[in-house]
């Protein structure tokens, strides 16, 4: 019965002229149904690829079942108009997708796959391939402009053997590195790959070392990589180049991993969830900085090259237009330079004066519910901004912002602590206490700062870290000390402010800077005027007392040596007028920035350390 069930099935599939796949696959899952125990029917495999099926003019989605024009499908890129799921397109589809026309030049044409094992059908199985895809191998690769930027470009396409990589695939994408690292050009690769060759054996493996370590010296010359996973990436591809982007990029619904999951299910005996190995499940889970829908891709990387092309750079001689060179959905556009203008012509001379206020006084305001957070200040203070996610270790951390930004036309670094301004989004930030990946997140993005000569702007503004199991668990002390310790020696400016709470050491380890302002109302302190008052009194309570003993406002940390600036807040405080405060702020990055950029690199680490270095008060013994 088994046998008669699955021959009928081969059957109606196989007859193309008599019944689409549409009603093959109706009429399977009707068999399924009706089999008796005992007979024996191909089960669907989690995650098999379907292609949308056509009907003439129609097209009808296999994910959502919806019928949508044909013309309409194919003018969105193969994305479904009624679900957004995103088809796979070929290597040169996308090629033609993504980059300016007319100028893709393909490199390494000549290379010809060979059969290493000796293998029956390996070579037959090329033939064919080549036959059908016009493709030489599994990735195209060459020059290009993307938004007139020049890049070096890699394309794989699962086509061709799954987009394996086999010697000659490793070759071409190291080669695109080491090209890259001889022109001093970015490098974009569109990865989608199955993984290695078994063709090929050991040697399809060891191109996972080869590629690797074209990356590593790609990275070590200072030049940019994004890595796009498209669907699918998986295997030795996933475990190599494709991970090792500077920036990484998905699209939607992209399935990523390194284990099949048929594999990890059988190991564990346990079925997973159903978005596991997807894009959204990696960028939870911190391994990827966006995922970008496809009629979005092209402007997104244009972008991302501009933020990293020399000539707009700190000591570039041109400056980004963020209104007109960074329009994608991917950016939050600032106020404009008129707007701001208007704001700064309506502060007066009293807005910039400094009030000092008791410590319980200020810990009352900075817990006022309208106090200004890192979102509200993004769009006031900068051109643009954009998040970028992940430790690449755990996860995306949502107590901590952290992404690109413009600064007066120039590329800058912000991390910010996140806190809500409702239990919805405090829920969400965790009320702006950073797990050990929001940390392990910040230095990420401050290191690839440090890569591309980026200035680093920090906004603290948090209780502290987070205490708990899982957080000591990942090691929340050891983030903390990681940051503390390679801030240090950042050869980069590294700016902070101080815009309300500076807790204890989760703080700390976002003020490890040349230049730290406090708003006036700030407060930071070893622990909360709360935690200070039970530990020493045993009696929360006497919090407020407690405020106005240990020394924690923005005028006692100036007193101390630590706080270099204070900024004023006008009116009763940065909820008054938050507009103003962000003008405020701004202007002490500016006049910080302006300082720091006349210091040599050596003598701003040495004066970095010998403010921390002369921290502290103690006596000596004659």
Not at 231 to 236: A, L
Not at 505 to 515: F, P
Request: aromatic share 6%; net charge negative; glycine share 10%.
């Amino acid at each position: 019965m088994g046998n008669l069930i699955t021959e009928k099935l081969r059957k109606r599939i196989d007859e193309e002229a008599l019944l689409s796949d549409a009603k093959a696959m109706t009429q399977a899952e009707e068999d399924r149904k009706t089999a008796r125990r005992g007979d024996s029917l191909p089960s669907r495999r989690a995650y098999s690829y379907q292609q949308p099926i056509p009907e003439d003019l129609w097209i009808k989605c296999p994910v959502c079942g919806e019928v949508v024009f044909r013309d309409e499908f194919e003018e969105r890129h193969n994305v479904c108009p009624k679900c957004s799921h995103h088809f796979r397109i070929t290597a040169l589809e996308r090629l033609e997708l993504v980059l300016d026309p007319g100028t893709f030049r393909e490199m390494d044409t000549d290379l010809i796959t060979m059969n290493p094992l000796e293998n029956d059908e390996y070579e037959g199985k090329l033939k064919k391939l080549r036959n059908k895809t016009g493709l030489s191998e599994g990735v195209v690769t060459g020059t290009a402009r993307i938004h007139d930027q020049p890049v070096v470009v890699g394309v794989m396409d699962s086509r061709f053997m799954m987009g394996s990589m086999g010697s000659v695939v490793g070759e071409k994408v190291t080669r695109c590195f080491e090209y890259a690292i001889q022109t001093k050009l970015p490098v974009v690769l569109f990865e989608a790959s199955g993984g290695a060759r078994m063709q090929e054996g050991i040697l399809s493996l060891m191109q996972m070392a080869k590629t690797s370590a074209a990356v590593g010296r790609h990275s070590d010359a200072g030049l940019l990589y994004i890595s796009v996973m498209t669907d699918p990436t998986t295997g030795g591809v996933t475990a190599s180049f494709a991970s090792l982007g500077d920036i990484i990029i998905s699209e939607p619904g992209t399935l990523i991993g390194f284990a099949g999951r048929r594999v990890i299910e059988g190991t564990i005996s346990e079925k997973l969830p159903e978005d596991f190995q997807r894009a959204e499940f990696l960028l939870e889970h911190g391994f990827l900085d966006l995922i970008v829908a496809r009629d979005q891709m092209r402007d997104t990387l244009g972008e991302l090259l501009i933020m990293h092309n020399p000539i707009y750079s700190r000591f570039g001689e041109e400056m980004i237009d963020a209104a007109t060179m960074l329009d994608s959905e991917s950016w939050t556009l600032g106020l404009t330079a008129e707007e701001r203008e208007s704001i700064e012509a309506e502060i007066t001379a009293e807005d910039r004066l400094l009030v000092v206020r008791r410590g319980s006084h200020c810990l009352d305001l900075i817990r006022h519910k309208d106090r200004p957070n890192i979102i509200d200040y993004l769009p006031l203070v900068f051109d643009a901004g954009l998040e970028l996610h992940g430790d690449r270790y755990f996860s995306d951390d949502a107590a901590i912002w952290g992404g690109l930004a413009v600064f007066n036309g120039k590329p800058v670094t912000v991390i910010a602590h996140h806190k809500g301004r409702n239990l919805q989004e405090n829920n969400h930030t965790n009320f702006g206490m950073a797990h050990p990946e929001g940390y392990r997140k910040s230095l990420r993005l401050m290191k690839q700062a440090e890569k591309f000569g980026r200035p680093i702007f920090c906004f603290v503004d948090t209780p502290g870290a987070y205490c708990g199991v899982g957080a000591e668990e990942r090691g929340v002390g050891e983030a903390i000390a990681r940051n503390l310790m390679e801030c240090m020696t950042l050869s980069t400016p590294v700016i902070s402010v101080v815009i309300g709470e500076g807790g204890s050491g989760g703080a700390l380890a976002l003020t490890i800077c040349d230049k730290l302002g406090m708003l006036s109302n700030s407060i930071f302190s070893v622990i909360s005027p709360r935690g200070y008052a039970s530990l020493l009194w045993k009696d929360p309570t006497r919090e407020m007392e407690a405020a106005d003993k240990i020394r924690i406002t923005a005028s006692d940390l100036t007193e101390l040596g630590i706080c270099d600036e204070i900024i004023p807040e006008p009116g009763e405080g940065a909820h008054d007028d938050p507009q103003k405060t962000a003008m405020n702020i701004k202007l002490f990055f500016e006049d910080s920035l302006i300082s720091l950029d006349k210091t040599p690199i050596d003598s701003m680490l040495e004066s970095r350390y010998e403010k921390f270095r002369g921290i502290g008060v103690f006596g000596e013994e004659d």
